[in-house]
C-alpha cells in the first residue's frame, strides 16, 4: 500500500477528535446527496491536487497532496433569516479555527508536514426543507515514497 493511503486514513482518524460534535458525511464529491440531518454539523474529507516536489532524501521522494475538509453546518430557521444565517457563519469560522489549531498541533510519522493552506469561502446549498453552509478547506500533507 501506498503511503498516500497511510497519510488519507490517519486524517479520517484525526478529524473526529477535533470535530467531536460533528459526524463523518459519506461522500465528499456529492454532498448535496446527503441526508440533511447528518450535515446539521458534518464534515467530509476528499482529495485534491497533488504534486511530485521533486526532493529527493536518500532512497524515498517527497510527494505534497491537498486534501479538501469540508466542514458543514445547517442553518435552522427560514433561510432568509439574516440573523441565524450570520450565527451559523460564526460557528462554522469557530469550527474551522478549532481544525487549524488541531492541525497545526499534529505530529505524525507518516508524514513530514500537514498545513492548513486556506479555504475556498462559504458556500451555500439548499434544498427543500433545509439551507445548509459549508466551507471548503484545503489541507496539505507532504509525505515521503520509496523510490522503486
Known sequence: MSKISTVYDELIALVPTILTAHTQLNNPYLLEDEADIQMERGWTLGFGDGENTMRVVGSKISY?????????????????????????????????????????????????????????????????????????????????????
Open 64 to 148: 505534497r497532496r491537498t486534501f479538501i475538509l469540508t466542514i458543514t453546518r445547517r442553518v435552522f430557521g427560514h433561510l432568509r433569516d439574516y440573523e441565524a444565517r450570520i450565527a451559523v457563519e460564526k460557528l462554522l469560522l469557530d469550527d474551522q479555527k478549532a481544525l487549524i489549531n488541531g492541525i497545526d498541533k499534529y505530529t505524525s510519522n507518516n508524514f513530514a508536514k500537514i498545513e492548513f493552506v486556506g479555504d475556498n469561502g462559504l458556500e451555500f446549498l439548499s434544498g427543500d426543507r433545509f439551507g445548509i453552509l459549508l466551507i471548503q478547506n484545503n489541507v496539505a500533507v507532504e509525505y515521503f515514497e520509496d523510490i522503486t
